[in-house]
């Protein structure tokens, strides 16, 4: 099962105003969808965000977005090691692991 969280529940991107605006309205909705509810997830994606949100390429945030699509069990797997990482996801399972 995939975490499928409402759009409701993150501000709405406004956009209109620019790349800044646009990229700004991004990262904030790539922070709050760190917020997963498992602590464990919290800790590692948290630190990440802190850390590296602001350093990301567009690119780099698309790929975020789509992991933090995935289902929790299977994120918490893949930061522990528990799981192999699919590949399309190991660059930035890595950089969220080392992370702060």
Do not use: N
Not at 3 to 10: F, R, V
Not at 56 to 77: F, G, H, R, S, Y
């Amino acid at each position: 099962m995939r975490h499928e969280e409402s759009d409701d529940l993150a501000p709405p991107d406004k956009g209109g105003m620019g790349g800044f605006v646009g990229r700004t309205e991004t990262l904030r909705r790539l922070r709050w969808r760190c917020r997963r509810g498992l602590l464990e997830l919290d800790v590692w994606l948290e630190r990440f965000a802190s850390a590296q949100l602001p350093r990301l390429t567009e690119q780099q945030c698309e790929l975020l977005e789509k992991l933090l699509k995935e289902a929790d069990a299977d994120l918490l797997a893949w930061l522990q090691g528990r799981q192999p990482v699919p590949e399309v996801y190991e660059q930035i399972v890595y950089s969220v692991r080392t992370a702060g």
